[in-house]
Structure formats: structure tokens, C-alpha cells
């Protein structure tokens, strides 16, 4: 699996991303908020089918009030904006909705801008009321985003949550990585590792990493676990699907930043998946050019 060039800053940004608490409050300048712009309209979709639409503002969304009443007051301190991304469609919409809102996420942090996700599945109805979105739609998080703070304090808790690395927070590759069965977790192989270390260093709800994979007949099988404890009850558990997402667009934003196609395909009538324990959930195969 050659490569005539790396994304070196694509790639880089995919591990070194972190969840940003505290913000500067200026609003970022409108040429970069058209940059925003842009990197939205420019997602790559899951599914065609679905509609991908995204609210912005600097009103409601980042109100205290509205932060408060979404679980997140005082961890989330003065964000200039937020986005509340939506999808509308019958076909895996959580799933499609987290690999479309990562991309932005991975986007804005190479533009050097911070981001943090407000999940919004515990709260759906209400926040399709408070922000009047179509009754049919999914919105799994809000984004919200801005330049970290530049005060003392604020360089504080950033830099606290800075300070545990990375890679002790996400279980390791040999406890995540399967090859041709499910029989034992192994080390994947090295032309995997890229790959498989951007897809490790996802963000997901309440660090709870429901991703599995399996390497079978040149094909990466995405799965995911159908209960997580850390999800907490009812209606938490569809975060399996907005992680997997996220998950997914890593993996194909490193393929992009290595310089190797690939193309998801997703489980589902026409596409059967491998054999495989019942408490994994099939999501999706990759196979790389």
C-alpha cells in the first residue's frame, strides 16, 4: 500500500484533535467563517439520499441558558459559535450524520480552530422544539467552536484536558483489531497501523469507543457494540451509530491524507456481513485501491 504523497497536516490533525472547553469569546472574522462555510458545503456524504442541512448562529446556540439545558453548562465556557448540524433520511441517518459533522470537526482543526461536540440524543425533542427543526430529523450533537482562550484560566482548562495523552484514554489497537475471525483481538498489521491509529483516536460520547474491526479478505469490517454501559440507558445507545460515523470519516480522511482511495460500503439488504459475536452490531466494509 504505497503512497506518492501524505497530507501530512490532514493527518496530524485527525490524531492531535482535542475537545476545546474554554473559549475565546470574539467571534472568529468573516473570512474565516467563510471558510467554515465552505468546508461544510463540501462534505462528502455517506448516502446521497439524505438531507444534510446545518444551523448556525451566535444567538440561541450559544446561549447559557440553551448550554445548561443540553447537560453541558460549565464545561463548555464561552463559545463564539455553534453549529447544529441535521439529517433527514431512513437509511442509517445517525451513522451518516456523525461521518459528515467529523469532517468539519477534522476541518476546523486544521484551520487551527477549536471544537467541541454537545451530544443531543438524550435530549432530541426538546432540541427539535427549542431550535424548530423538521420533526423528521436526527441531530445527534451540536458543534461548537471558536479559538481557544487566550486568558490564563482559560489556557488552564484546556491545557488540563490537554495533559492526559491521548492514547491513555482509547483502549488499545490489540483489543480493538480482529484478522479474519473473532476468535482472539490482535495487533494489526503495519500497513494497517495508520489507518487503524486515526480510526483509535475517534472522539465518541462519553469515551465509550464502540468500535470493532475486522480484517477479512483485503476488506477493514466496521462494527460496532450493540450495548455500551457508558451510553447509559434508552436512548443513549444510538450514539454506537453517530461514533461509528465518526469513526468512519477518520478512517476516510486518513486514506485521504496517505493518498489511498477507498470506499465505504454499508451493511444492509444487498451486503452481508462476516460472521461475527451478537453482541457486534455490522456497520461497514472498506476496501483500499
Known amino acids: 500500500?504505497?503512497?506518492?504523497?501524505?497530507?501530512?497536516?490532514?493527518y496530524r490533525a485527525i490524531l492531535n484533535r482535542r475537545s476545546v472547553r474554554r473559549y475565546d469569546r470574539?467571534?472568529?472574522?468573516?473570512?474565516?467563517?467563510?471558510?467554515?462555510?465552505?468546508?461544510?458545503?463540501?462534505?462528502?456524504?455517506?448516502?446521497?439520499?439524505?438531507?444534510?442541512?446545518?444551523?448556525?448562529h451566535n444567538g440561541m446556540l450559544i446561549d447559557k441558558a440553551f448550554i445548561a439545558s443540553m447537560g453541558a453548562y460549565g464545561y463548555i465556557v464561552t463559545?463564539?459559535?455553534?453549529?447544529?448540524?441535521?439529517?433527514?433520511?431512513?437509511?442509517?441517518?445517525?451513522?451518516?450524520?456523525?461521518?459528515?459533522?467529523?469532517?468539519?470537526?477534522?476541518?476546523?482543526?486544521?484551520l487551527e480552530i477549536g471544537t467541541c461536540y454537545i451530544g443531543t440524543l438524550y435530549r432530541e425533542e426538546e432540541n427539535r422544539l427549542r431550535l424548530d427543526l423538521p420533526t423528521d430529523s436526527r441531530c445527534?450533537?451540536?458543534?461548537?467552536?471558536?479559538?481557544?482562550?487566550?486568558?490564563?484560566?482559560?489556557?488552564?482548562?484546556?491545557s488540563l484536558m490537554r495533559s492526559v495523552p491521548?492514547?491513555?484514554t482509547r483502549l488499545p489497537l490489540n483489543q480493538l483489531f480482529f484478522q479474519e475471525t473473532f476468535d482472539l483481538p490482535t495487533n494489526p498489521p503495519d500497513h494497517l497501523s495508520p489507518i487503524l491509529s486515526a480510526a483509535r483516536f475517534s472522539p465518541s460520547a462519553v469515551n465509550a469507543q464502540p468500535w470493532r474491526f475486522l480484517w477479512r479478505n483485503g476488506?477493514?469490517?466496521?462494527?460496532?457494540?450493540?450495548?455500551?454501559s457508558k451510553y447509559g440507558p434508552g436512548e443513549g445507545q444510538a450514539y454506537r451509530f453517530y461514533d461509528g460515523g465518526i469513526c468512519m470519516a477518520n478512517?476516510?480522511?486518513?486514506?485521504?491524507?496517505?493518498?489511498?482511495?477507498?470506499?465505504?460500503?454499508?451493511?444492509?439488504?444487498?451486503?452481508?456481513?462476516?460472521?461475527?459475536?451478537?453482541?457486534l452490531e455490522p456497520l461497514a466494509k472498506i476496501t483500499f485501491e
Open 1 to 10: 500500500m504505497m503512497t506518492k504523497r501524505v497530507e501530512t497536516d490532514l
Open 26 to 56: 470574539t467571534p472568529l472574522d468573516k473570512e474565516i467563517i467563510a471558510q467554515v462555510q465552505h468546508i461544510i458545503d463540501n462534505v462528502e456524504p455517506l448516502l446521497d439520499e439524505n438531507q444534510f442541512e446545518v444551523l448556525h
Open 79 to 110: 463559545p463564539p459559535h455553534a453549529l447544529a448540524p441535521y439529517i433527514i433520511g431512513s437509511q442509517y441517518p445517525l451513522v451518516d450524520l456523525g461521518y459528515r459533522v467529523e469532517q468539519i470537526v477534522v476541518r476546523l482543526t486544521c
Open 140 to 158: 445527534g450533537a451540536l458543534l461548537v467552536f471558536g479559538h481557544p482562550a487566550r486568558s490564563t484560566s482559560g489556557r488552564a482548562l484546556n
Open 166 to 168: 491521548m492514547g491513555n
Open 219 to 228: 476488506g477493514l469490517h466496521l462494527f460496532v457494540k450493540r450495548y455500551n
Open 251 to 279: 478512517i476516510k480522511l486518513a486514506l485521504k491524507a496517505l493518498n489511498i482511495k477507498g470506499k465505504w460500503i454499508l451493511y444492509g439488504h444487498e451486503h452481508e456481513a462476516p460472521d461475527h459475536p451478537p453482541n
